[in-house]
């Protein structure tokens, strides 16, 4: 199994309240991703980094941002959280850009009431 | 803009009997296809993929899937299923042209084994 783990596995928070979830790599990669997870939609991409300090917007970027200031971690940032941020999040990596397949963490279970 | 479609969000087969889930995608230029695996709690796990090599390509676990361009599908196949490859599935295309390079999924099929 790749190397990735992400904190914390499960959270519940409130209304209006930030969140960071933290993903780490042991593996050296240079592109990592996060996701979120909902029925019926798949996983649908938010941001991704191709490098330290480069990052890029995915399909459903609004009310989240990302950081990654050392190439094995990845945070994703929710300034205020919503319910409709309630979803399982995914972060994944991989060793190249496009063409090349995904490995994926176990899952953030985020719960905002 | 790519799309992948699975037809079926539920799929139940006995033990032993063949598996077959279904993925079409849309696309005009040729794609590069996955078929990753989710168990209860866990995370995506690839179960196999095509990158314009061998049209049949074999996975993990006894799955293979193939692909047919005139059909603009890749479904997965097993021969017998286990009790133990009860999972969700999901499909996905990424676009060999254009800078996006983006993985794009489909919403996943749930396979059932039924003993």
């Known amino acids: 199994d790749a190397g990735i783990t992400q904190s914390p596995r499960h959270k519940v928070t409130e209304t209006g309240t930030p969140v960071t979830l933290r993903c780490h790599q042991t593996e050296n990669h240079r592109y990592m991703y996060w996701y979120r997870q909902d029925p019926g939609h798949g996983l649908r991409l938010i941001h991704y980094s191709y490098g330290v300090k480069d990052t890029d917007k995915g399909e459903v970027s609004d009310g989240y941002s990302v950081s990654r200031s050392k190439t094995e971690d990845f945070l994703l940032t929710l300034e205020s959280a919503t319910s409709s941020q309630t979803s399982v999040y995914f972060c994944?990596?991989?060793?190249?850009?496009?063409?090349?397949?995904?490995?994926f963490g176990p899952g953030t279970r985020l719960t905002v009431t | 803009a790519q799309s992948v479609t699975q037809l079926g969000s539920h799929v139940s087969v006995s033990e032993g009997a063949l598996v077959l889930l279904r993925c079409n995608y849309s696309?005009?230029?040729?794609?590069?296809l996955f078929w990753y695996v989710q168990y209860p709690n866990q995370g995506l796990q690839l179960l196999l993929k095509y990158t314009s090599a061998a049209t049949l390509v074999k996975g993990i676990n006894g799955f293979e899937a193939e692909f047919k361009k005139s059909e603009t599908s890749f479904h997965l196949t097993k021969p017998s299923a286990h009790m133990s490859d009860a999972a969700e599935y999901f499909c996905a295309v990424i676009l060999t042209s254009g800078s996006a390079r983006q993985l794009t999924f489909g919403s996943g099929t749930q396979l059932t084994v039924l003993p």
């Open positions: 994944a990596i991989s060793e190249r850009k496009g063409l090349y397949e995904q490995y």
């Open positions: 696309s005009s230029v040729p794609p590069y």
